[in-house]
Nanobody, 123 residues
Framework: QVQLVESGGGSVQAGGSLRVSCAAS????????MGWFRQAPGKEREGVAT???????SYPDSVKGRFTISKNSARDTLYLQMSSLKPEDTAMYYC?????????????????WGQGTQVTVSS
């Protein structure tokens, strides 16, 4: 079965850390580009981190230096380590995959999505 399943969300105080995980099954393990996205109520979905098959990564300025995306050696689990969390990081976090290596930076290129995991940061 081909799917992405997130886990590890929860509640944390501002300044704290949290790691979310995404288990990739089937051929998604070989996807050339995977990423983490988030969506807060009333806001558009935004990308927070992407990683290519060559392990190159990309982050927006809003999370750069605080979030780290990684994959395990078997390439079947994607992680997002979040530190120095802020209340504005509160959102549903989604794992996603795309076969479009050259448009890894574009949210619209991602065609496989998990169900999401909630991250809540309190002040």
């Amino acid at each position: 079965q081909v799917q992405l399943v997130e886990s590890g969300g929860g509640s944390v105080q501002a300044g704290g850390s949290l790691r979310v995980s995404c288990a990739a099954s089937g051929y998604l393990r070989s996807a050339p580009c995977m990423g983490w996205f988030r969506q807060a109520p009333g806001k558009e979905r935004e990308g927070v981190a992407t990683i290519r098959s060559d392990f190159s990564t990309s982050y927006p300025d809003s999370v750069k230096g605080r979030f780290t995306i990684s994959k395990n050696s078997a390439r079947d689990t994607l992680y997002l380590q979040m530190s120095s969390l802020k209340p504005e990081d509160t959102a549903m976090y989604y794992c996603a995959a795309t076969w479009d290596y050259y448009n890894c930076h574009s949210t619209s290129s991602f065609t496989y999505w998990g169900q999401g995991t909630q991250v809540t940061v309190s002040s």
